[in-house]
């Protein structure tokens, strides 16, 4: 069974500064994907970046990245520079890769970490 | 852009009575999920259908079931809405041919009182 950990429930960040949102995952899955989303206060899910376990380069999207450390089983997200915007519970999730339809789609996701960005 | 949609935003209803969460994709994608959200829990899947009328279980399937009559619309059904079933249900979708991002609707808030 696969399991995503965030022992941060709650960030807090100065506008401007970089943050790093911590995940670690439990799989024997060798092939899964790594997600990160975003939930504003509006609710919707928005998904931020992605990692495939066989990806040897760490994923970046614009202001995020994701740093991947396999041997570790982390999947920490970094966001820099960070804007008032960003305030929002961020998710993180994965999923096994070899298959995609059936029981094998399914997102297991962590708790969440609240960030907060301050002036 | 891919669209998931979502009948309510809101939703009060009264203990014991049937609720119907109505989701509907507009991307032709053959996996459609619904998942609970609670505070501190995360999202929990609650039933996922890989296809038109299949479906199966997911981590939290008591008290609900679901209805997949036609591809682009996967429907949760309380049959006597509890108390317990309080929450925001958020339902999503993805395609089976390799994509990798699931996609998620707007998310309905369910006070059961």
């Known amino acids: 069974a696969q399991k995503i950990t965030q022992t941060q429930p709650g960030m807090f960040v100065q506008e401007k500064e970089a943050v790093t949102l911590d995940c670690t995952y439990d799989t024997s899955d060798q092939s899964y994907g790594l997600f990160w989303y975003k939930q504003p206060s509006s609710g919707e899910m928005i998904f931020l970046i992605y990692q495939g376990s066989y990806d040897e380069q760490n994923a970046t999207e614009g202001r995020y990245s994701l740093n991947f450390q396999k041997a570790r089983k982390s999947a920490n997200l970094v966001i820099s520079a960070s804007q008032l915007g960003d305030s929002a519970m961020y998710f993180c999730?994965?999923?096994?890769?070899?298959?995609?339809?059936?029981?094998?789609?399914?997102?297991?996701f962590g708790t969440g970490t609240r960030l907060q960005v301050t002036l | 852009d891919v669209k998931v949609t979502q009948s309510s935003r809101y939703l009060v209803k009264r203990t014991g009575e049937k609720v119907f969460l109505e989701c509907v994709q507009d991307m032709d994608h053959e996996n459609m999920f619904w998942y609970r959200q609670d505070p501190g829990l995360g999202l929990r899947l609650i039933y996922f259908s890989y296809d038109v009328k299949m479906k199966e279980k997911g981590d939290i399937p008591e008290g609900y079931s679901v209805s997949r009559e036609k591809k682009e619309r996967f429907s949760l059904i309380l049959e006597s809405a509890s108390t317990n079933q309080t929450s925001m249900y958020l339902c999503?979708?993805?395609?089976?041919?390799?994509?990798?991002?699931?996609?998620f609707g707007p998310g309905t808030r369910l006070t059961v009182t």
């Open positions: 999503a979708s993805i395609s089976g041919s390799g994509s990798y991002e699931q996609y």
């Open positions: 999730a994965m999923r096994e890769l070899y298959l995609y339809t059936g029981t094998a789609s399914k997102l297991t």
